[in-house]
């Protein structure tokens, strides 16, 4: 069965995009799974960073992209199609992962958020809006074990089509008290909209990303995240810290090309946290 989780938090810069690209490189290489990585955010950073350039700037001139799909939805002759936007064997690890897969984004629609927002706000009843992407997309999602959406930083149209298609929804926060106070918004959101859908989507937790041991105020932080965790209804926030580190920011650039996992996360920090992240996920949806 195929599992899909959104990685989702207002705040940007929280680590959500590195995160997914993490997930995604050690589920598929440490755990065999089959993974595609949906990236639903104009800025394109997942795609930049699991696809080569050129091959990314081709593939936008061709409309096959995420974005095309949204643009499409206002078009009278569609240009994207699914099996031809999907890059396979993508990543900087050995030349391309086998078994993982991206559906990439694309930036020369940066501006389709709010043009969404405007056409679709004239619309009365805006719930088809919603289900964009599993309309278009949700007959490959069978292929995989694993989907990671990696979303913008909003709870706009753009990723509230990741929810419908999700069945867990992740949030990455730095441990910093602005970040945390965030959080109860995201789960109201989150829950309005299921409400409005009908949607079975479930919180799976917070992760503490860039942690900065030296910062008093993150270690206090951990302690409220792990106490408030049923109370403001995300259920937990994992084990695992994923600590600010320099070669975590580094490995994600695709032009440094690794052999292994571990020579892209640099052991032992932070291989071995993305290792026990990836599993202590997989474990919470039973893989
Ligand atoms: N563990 C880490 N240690 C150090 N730097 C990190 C770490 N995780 C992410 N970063 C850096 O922090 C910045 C933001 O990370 P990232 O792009 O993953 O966040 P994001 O939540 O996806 O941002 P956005 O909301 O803009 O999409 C990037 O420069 C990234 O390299
Ligand atoms: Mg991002």
Request: charged fraction near 20%; glycine fraction near 6%.
């Amino acid at each position: 069965m195929t599992v899909s989780i959104s990685l989702i938090n207002m705040k940007g810069g929280v680590g959500k995009t590195t995160l997914t690209i993490a997930l995604a490189e050690f589920m598929a290489i440490e755990h065999g799974l089959r993974v595609l990585v949906i990236d639903l955010d104009p800025q394109s950073n997942a795609s930049a960073c699991l696809m080569d350039l050129e091959q990314w700037k081709r593939q936008n001139m061709r409309g096959q992209t995420v974005m095309r799909l949204f643009l499409d939805s206002f078009k009278d002759w569609p240009v994207f199609s699914p099996r031809e936007a999907v890059v396979k064997n993508a990543s900087n690890i050995g030349g391309g992962i086998e078994g993982l897969d991206l559906m990439p984004s694309g930036t020369e629609l940066m501006d389709l958020q709010d043009s969404l927002m405007t056409i679709y706000s004239e619309q009365e009843d805006r719930s088809p809006l919603i289900y964009l992407l599993r309309d278009a997309i949700g007959n490959i999602l069978q292929d995989y074990d694993m989907v990671l959406i990696d979303c913008p930083p909003s709870l706009g149209l753009i990723t509230q089509n990741g929810l419908a298609i999700s069945d867990y929804y992740l949030i990455p926060v730095i441990p910093e008290t602005m970040s945390i106070h965030g959080i109860p918004q995201i789960v109201t959101r989150v829950n309005r909209f299921k409400k409005q859908t009908g949607s079975s989507l479930e919180p799976m937790g917070v992760v503490a990303t860039r942690y900065r041991q030296q910062n008093p105020e993150h270690f206090l932080n951990l302690s409220d995240l792990r106490a408030g965790a049923q109370k403001k209804g995300y259920r937990r926030l994992f084990e695992t810290i994923i600590h600010e580190s320099t070669p975590a920011a580094n490995a994600v650039n695709f032009r440094r090309q690794a052999a292994k996992l571990r020579e892209k996360y640099a052991s032992p920090r932070p291989f071995n946290e993305y290792r026990e992240l990836s599993r202590e996920v997989l474990n919470h949806v039973g893989k």
